[in-house]
């Protein structure tokens, strides 16, 4: 899309050094007694064209990367739309044309609402990522019981994970915190579903929450890792882990956007480290 105009511009670029050159030689010829002035105030005008060029240049860089970032999230949520849709579908037809037994046909229906689980998640990721950038969304702030939301995303997590990870909590009890329990709801699920996303089955989930000055949450994973360059990188709207194993699985690039805003918009910090051997780990301190 960008290339044509870019071809122009290089083009340009070329046409108007050549012509600088052949004017500056003309006129060094013809005056040879102000070459110093020439040499200079061409030196200067070179000087500003390479560094526009360089800037120009730079930008071009970016937007190609963000357009290529969008079309990537475009084919993920085209593809984290169309499996759930498709295996809902499947289930009810299944439940429509035969006649199940009475086990079968609840283990269907509960799948098929786990799948409605899986998209309610994706559209408020996507509502919630596009109220963050647009600025609409106020972050609206009261008195919630930390430790319950946490205990309840956990239960939750434990049940679509059914025996594949380990989930290792240790949650202090009665943590209140001053928040928006929507978007610390969104932030500790995002965290949640990543740890078992970038995991292998019969790995731990490791789940802290505790008090002392401050209220330090700590989830903790067994999975590929993140490799230290990129550990900024991933906070990124749309931004993907280059390593195959973040490749392979599902995913938008808005999930660290969103835990990331919700973090600054608490006034906490977050930090990563390697969960040794392997895996890793996401601290937040309020």
Same mark, same amino acid.
């Given at each position: 899309?960008?290339?044509k105009p870019?071809? +122009?511009?290089?083009?340009?670029?070329?046409y108007?050094?050549? &012509?600088?050159?052949?004017w500056?030689?003309l006129l060094v010829?013809?005056?040879p007694?102000r070459m110093k002035m020439i040499l @200079?105030?061409?030196s200067?005008?070179?000087?500003i064209?390479?560094?526009g060029?360089?800037y120009f240049?730079s930008l071009l860089?970016?937007e190609n990367?963000?357009h290529?970032?969008?079309?990537n999230?475009l084919?993920?949520?085209?593809?984290?739309?169309?499996?759930?849709?498709?295996?809902? =579908?499947?289930?009810?037809?299944? *439940?429509? =044309?035969?006649d199940?037994?009475? &086990?079968?046909?609840d283990?269907?229906?509960m799948?098929?609402i786990?799948d +409605?689980?899986r998209?309610? #998640?994706?559209?408020? !990721?996507?509502l919630?990522?596009s109220?963050?950038?647009?600025?609409s969304?106020?972050?609206? =702030?009261e008195?919630i #019981?930390?430790?319950?939301?946490l205990?309840?995303l956990?239960d939750?997590?434990?049940? %679509?994970v059914?025996?594949?990870?380990?989930?290792?909590?240790?949650?202090?009890?009665?943590i209140?915190?001053f928040g #928006? /329990?929507?978007?610390?709801g969104?932030m +500790?699920? %995002?965290l949640?579903e990543?740890a078992?996303?970038?995991s292998q089955e019969?790995?731990?989930?490791?789940?802290?929450?505790k008090? #002392?000055?401050?209220?330090r949450? /700590?989830?903790?994973?067994e999975g590929? @890792?993140?490799p230290e360059t990129?550990h900024?990188? *991933?906070f990124?709207k749309?931004y993907r882990?280059? !390593?195959e194993m973040? /490749? =392979?699985?599902?995913?938008? @690039?808005?999930g660290?956007f969103? $835990?990331?805003?919700? $973090?600054?918009?608490?006034?906490a !910090?977050?930090s990563i480290s390697?969960?040794?051997p392997? @895996?890793?780990?996401?601290?937040?301190?309020f």
């Amino acid at each position: 899309m960008l290339r044509k105009p870019v071809t +122009i511009f290089y083009i340009l670029l070329i046409y108007a050094l050549a &012509e600088l050159f052949w004017w500056g030689f003309l006129l060094v010829k013809t005056e040879p007694d102000r070459m110093k002035m020439i040499l @200079g105030e061409g030196s200067i005008f070179l000087l500003i064209l390479i560094v526009g060029a360089v800037y120009f240049h730079s930008l071009l860089k970016k937007e190609n990367a963000m357009h290529k970032q969008q079309r990537n999230f475009l084919l993920s949520v085209t593809h984290e739309l169309k499996s759930p849709l498709s295996s809902i =579908k499947l289930y009810l037809q299944t *439940i429509l =044309k035969r006649d199940l037994e009475k &086990e079968k046909r609840d283990q269907f229906i509960m799948s098929s609402i786990d799948d +409605i689980g899986r998209l309610d #998640d994706l559209v408020e !990721n996507m509502l919630l990522a596009s109220k963050i950038e647009n600025r609409s969304y106020t972050f609206p =702030k009261e008195d919630i #019981d930390f430790t319950g939301l946490l205990t309840s995303l956990v239960d939750r997590i434990k049940i %679509n994970v059914q025996g594949k990870r380990t989930i290792v909590t240790e949650i202090q009890s009665d943590i209140d915190l001053f928040g #928006d /329990r929507f978007s610390l709801g969104s932030m +500790i699920n %995002n965290l949640l579903e990543n740890a078992v996303k970038y995991s292998q089955e019969n790995t731990r989930i490791f789940i802290s929450l505790k008090i #002392d000055t401050h209220i330090r949450l /700590r989830i903790c994973d067994e999975g590929c @890792g993140i490799p230290e360059t990129e550990h900024k990188k *991933i906070f990124q709207k749309f931004y993907r882990s280059g !390593n195959e194993m973040t /490749r =392979k699985t599902k995913g938008t @690039g808005l999930g660290l956007f969103i $835990v990331e805003q919700v $973090v600054t918009n608490h006034n906490a !910090n977050i930090s990563i480290s390697n969960n040794l051997p392997q @895996g890793t780990c996401f601290e937040i301190i309020f």
